[in-house]
Each structure stands twice: as structure tokens, then as C-alpha cells.
């Protein structure tokens, strides 16, 4: 028998691929399917299992893809609906998989159909579970993706605090927990940096899983500073119900390479969003005017997936040398499948063409500090809510609103005003400037480093507080 987690930083996702005695299943694939079939080949195994946690909703999975390649078969918890053609599997239910089989745990609450998979070995013991999002390690999924006319969040919640005390935590202590997300993932608030851990651990630190916990209690502590989904989620969530677009189809589409002029002619003719993805270093000394950044040096898919709405907006990419087919790549693993090409040679070449470039002007935080002791400073953190109240620039001009609802705030803001620009170290502070200069704000300067670049200076900042404590 053998186990490897399959771990995505940028969307914190764990997939999953067990072999044994030639045959493999795999649970919540990414987009990209060809690595695991490449896997299967070069050990001489069969997919034989495709097993779905739930339907995810901030990626889209490769069950479909990887089904249609390998023949295997696609395996959702009860009272899942699909659009094409899976196996709907009962409570309890048994599938061998060479020497060991896999249990099917029904464990609504994060979603209704969710379900965790429970691995018994050889030897017939319970070995493993593959969590979905019904557990994490520090946390539990958030019980407000899946609500209906005739459901709440609360109901859910319920749902979900019965999952876990009826399937989950009379389980042995000695069993490996594999879940579906780690730290960085918004399916949940507080998820440990772990990716796997044992469930006898969690039964002692895990919030959720205290003994003593009442059902009344579960639902209040879970669902205490749950933010809005980000807008993206449930979009996802259809494509994983309804299927999609083969991920080669995607790919031959937004893998090609384009001159400066047609770069600059189908952006015109097919009104394409420029997402500029190089460092905010690089955006910043010079980018297409109305370009958007979103770095790949940072939690890219999430960001594009909560700040462009539209899945089906055309994207032309300007990209590192190199990295073409990576961003193409990681935009479907969100579910954006309409990138239509990239600037060959990146933005060298349209800088050397001649056209119109532009700059996000910068300021270090030693020169900000001095600046705001004698002048009357606009400021705009772009920071998280938490981050924000835990200490913040002082000020009777300092603005804040999160950069994940920067859609929501254009009226908050002044285009006849100046304003310094910052988030934590300078990644979403980039991200901020480009929306905002696109769409006419024109007088930015972003504070180099952001609030930890402030702190080692005088700059006048609130006394801190523990996040945990708010």
C-alpha cells in the first residue's frame, strides 16, 4: 500500500493517490490530470477510483478530465447530482482497491453530499482518512457554502457537528487524518501549517471536536468570524456539478505566443483584462497602462478567483519568461478558461516596441514615516479586517477596506485625492494600485514593504494586539 499527498501551496490543496497491488484511486485531483496518470503508468497501475470528497468550491477539480482518460469511475458521498455520468455511492459503503479497501463515510455539514473516506489496510485496520472538508487539522469546514431555501447555515452546522461526533471522532486515535486544505485555504478560519496529523491529536487540540462541546455551542463557536465566501466559490462549485472544458482545450487555447501588436489588437478587439502576473517590483518600474497585477509569487489563483468576477472574461497574460504555460495552467485550476494568448517575450517586447507604459510610484517606509510627521497624510490599508484592528497607521486620514471586497469601496475614495497605498509587505498593495489606476485613480503611491517594513520605523502606529484575541 502506498500513500502520497499531492500538496498545491498556491490554493493550499491536498490531493491524494493510493496504490495497491496494481490498482490506484485518486481523491480531489487537480485540474491537471496528466500527472497522475503518468504516475499510474510508470508503476504499472490502473486508476481505478476517482473519489470526491465533495464538490469543491474554490478549485475545479480533474474528475471529469481524469475519468475520461482512464476509464476509472468517479465516486461522490450521497446525495450527490451530477451532470455526467458517476457512481453515487451509499453510507457505508465498501470499494477494494487491490489489498485494502475504502469506507464511505457520509459526513454532511460542509457541504450536503461531503463524505470522508475512510482506509482499511491489508490486515483489515482502520488506516487513514481522507477528510475533505469535513476536518481539518486546528479546524472544521465552514458550514455556509451550501445553503438552500430550505436550509441555514445553522442547519448545516448541525448537520456537520453530528458528522463528526457519529463518523469521525469515534475512530480510533492512532488514525491519519488527510485533509483536504491547509493554512491559506478560505474554506475554513484557523487551519494548522500541518498538512497531515493524527486523529487522537485532534480530538485534544481541535476546537471542534471538544468532548464536552453542546451542539448550541459547535454552531455559535464555528460560525463566529466566518467572512463572505469569495465571489468565485460558487462558480466553482457548478463546474465541479456540471463539468467543463477539457484542460488540453484550455491550455492549446491560452498557450500562445503573440506579437505586440496583435497582444495589443485582440485586448482591444475582444475588450481582454492584461493581468500583468511578474513580482509587484517589476509591475511597479513599468507595465501596459489599464493592466492588472496579480503576482504568481503570491496566493495567485485565490486572488484571481475573489477580484475578477466574470470567469468567462477574456485574459491576455504578460508573464515571466518561461512561466506561460504555469499561468494558463493555474487560472483553470479556478476555473478561468478564456485566456487567449501571451505577450512573447513578456513585457520587454512592449516596452521595446515603443508603446505607452506606465508607473506605480513608491515610497520606503523610513520616507513615509517623516513625510506623515509633517503633512497630513491619505493613507489606504488594503489589509484584512484582523490585520487591520491587531495595529494600523494612526491618523484622522487613514482609510481601510480588505482587498478582497476593493469592488465594493470605489465609492469610498476620491480620484482628486493622493493616496499611500499599503497592505503587510507589499504583494496586495500592488494588486490594489493596478485596479484602482485602471480604473482612473491615478494619484498612488505605495509604501514600499508595507506595515512590517513601517514597524522598524517611527512611523505613528496603534499598540498591537493579538489577532487570536479579537
Avoid at 9 to 15: F, P
Avoid at 57 to 80: E, M, N, Q, R, W
Avoid at 157 to 169: E, F, G, H, T, V
Avoid at 178 to 196: I, M
Wanted: aromatic share 8%; glycine share 8%.
Amino acid at each position: 500500500m502506498r500513500i502520497e499527498q499531492i500538496y498545491t501551496g498556491c490554493l493550499a490543496q491536498g490531493a491524494y493517490y493510493i496504490e495497491s497491488n496494481g490498482e490506484v484511486a485518486i481523491i480531489d485531483p487537480l485540474r491537471e490530470t496528466q500527472q497522475y496518470v503518468d504516475k499510474a503508468a510508470n508503476e504499472h497501475a490502473k486508476i481505478k477510483y476517482i473519489f470526491e470528497t465533495h464538490f469543491h468550491a474554490d478549485f475545479v477539480s480533474g474528475h471529469v478530465d481524469l475519468a475520461k482518460k482512464t476509464g476509472a469511475k468517479i465516486i461522490f458521498g450521497p446525495t450527490a447530482k451530477t451532470d455526467y455520468e458517476a457512481y453515487i455511492a451509499k453510507d457505508n459503503e465498501i470499494f477494494q482497491l487491490g489489498n485494502i479497501t475504502i469506507k464511505v463515510l457520509h459526513t454532511p455539514g460542509h457541504t450536503l453530499e461531503s463524505a470522508t473516506y475512510l482506509l482499511i489496510d491489508e490486515n483489515g485496520k482502520d488506516h487513514a482518512i481522507f477528510s475533505g472538508d469535513t476536518l481539518f487539522l486546528g479546524d472544521v469546514g465552514r458550514p455556509d457554502l451550501a445553503i438552500k431555501s430550505d436550509l441555514s447555515k445553522e442547519d448545516l452546522a448541525a448537520m456537520l457537528y453530528d458528522s463528526l461526533r457519529n463518523k469521525i471522532m469515534p475512530l480510533a486515535d492512532y488514525i491519519i487524518v488527510y485533509p483536504a486544505h491547509g493554512a491559506g485555504s478560505a474554506c475554513g478560519k484557523n487551519l494548522s501549517k500541518d498538512t497531515v496529523g493524527v486523529l487522537g491529536e485532534q480530538k485534544k487540540t481541535n476546537y471542534a471536536l471538544r468532548a464536552d462541546m453542546t451542539k448550541e455551542e459547535f454552531v455559535k463557536e464555528v460560525l463566529n468570524g466566518i467572512l463572505p465566501p469569495p465571489q468565485y466559490f460558487a462558480k466553482n462549485a457548478m463546474m465541479n456539478k456540471t463539468g467543463y472544458d477539457t484542460f488540453e482545450t484550455v491550455l492549446k487555447k491560452g498557450n500562445i505566443a503573440l506579437s505586440a501588436e496583435d497582444f495589443e489588437s485582440i485586448a482591444n478587439h475582444e475588450n481582454a483584462l492584461v493581468l500583468d502576473v511578474r513580482t509587484e517590483q517589476e509591475f511597479a518600474k513599468g507595465h501596459i497602462p489599464n493592466s492588472i497585477f496579480i503576482g504568481l509569487n503570491g496566493a495567485f489563483a485565490p486572488w484571481v478567483g475573489a477580484l475578477i468576477t466574470d470567469l468567462k472574461q477574456p485574459i491576455l497574460l504578460i508573464t515571466p519568461i518561461g512561466k506561460e504555460k504555469e499561468t494558463v495552467t493555474r487560472l483553470s485550476r479556478v476555473g478561468y478558461d478564456n485566456t487567449l494568448g501571451f505577450l512573447d517575450g513578456g513585457f520587454g517586447t512592449w516596452k521595446a516596441s515603443g508603446k505607452d507604459v506606465e508607473m506605480l510610484d513608491s515610497i520606503s517606509a523610513e520616507a513615509f514615516s517623516k513625510r506623515i510627521k509633517n503633512e497630513d497624510l491619505n493613507v489606504l490599508d488594503v489589509r484584512k479586517d484582523s490585520e487591520y484592528q491587531s495595529t494600523h497607521l494612526k491618523g484622522n486620514n487613514v482609510q481601510h477596506f480588505a482587498l478582497d471586497y476593493i469592488n465594493d469601496h470605489m465609492n469610498a475614495i476620491s480620484k482628486d485625492k493622493t493616496y499611500y497605498i499599503h497592505c503587510a509587505g507589499g504583494y496586495r498593495s500592488a494588486i490594489a494600485a493596478s485596479i484602482l489606476k485602471a480604473r482612473g485613480f491615478n494619484n498612488l503611491i505605495d509604501i514600499s514593504g508595507g506595515i512590517d517594513a513601517l514597524k522598524k520605523t517611527d512611523a505613528p502606529l496603534t499598540d498591537y494586539v493579538c489577532p487570536t484575541t479579537l
